[in-house]
């Protein structure tokens, strides 16, 4: 079994059951869930929207490989009505990002393990520093706290 943290995002809709839903969906073919944090309301990042995003930070254990992992995540975002529009930054139903899986790291077209953004945006460190603020960044070697302390987003962010 390995360790991951995935970063749950919604702007769109009933966003409080778009992410039940998604919790329910990642335990029933994902793995166990063992830590979640708390729902933070946030402000779009990367691009411009009056719909502010619900996101929270779960940790699971599986036995899924990364490619897998991230196969069945796209598959849950899509039974929960995402569409994928080409664009980067876009409001959506529902977004599942891997964020660590265990210590390792992967780089590849369709794969990014460490999260290559993760550190520059408070609505993912805030809540995975609440349920695991000494894990180590596999590649700059810092705990997530370290990396909340040194992030510049500006953007507003609050527990619900």
């Known amino acids: 079994m ?3 943290f995935l970063g749950l995002g919604t702007n769109l809709g009933d966003r409080e059951k778009n992410l039940e839903q998604a919790l329910d969906k990642i335990a029933e073919v994902i793995g166990i869930i063992v830590s979640r944090s708390s729902v933070y309301e946030a402000e779009p ?3 411009l929207s009056s719909d502010q995003f619900l996101n929270m930070v779960i940790g699971v254990d599986t036995n899924l490989k990364p ?3 991230l196969g069945r995540l796209l598959m849950i975002e ?3 009505g995402r569409l994928r529009d080409g664009k980067q930054y876009s409001s959506r139903i529902i977004d599942i990002d891997i964020l660590l899986y265990g210590r390792q790291k992967v780089d590849t077209i369709s794969l990014k393990i460490p999260h290559p953004r993760m550190q520059e945006r408070k609505f993912v460190l805030v ?3 609440e349920i695991a603020p000494r894990t180590v960044h596999p590649v700059f070697g810092k705990t997530m706290t370290e990396l909340l302390n ?3 987003d500006t953007g507003g962010i609050k527990k619900l």
């Open 2 to 4: 390995k360790r991951v």
């Open 67 to 69: 490619s897998g992992l």
């Open 127 to 129: 809540p995975l520093c």
């Open 78 to 80: 899509s039974l929960l």
């Open 150 to 152: 040194e992030c510049k």
């Open 45 to 47: 990042w990367g691009f």
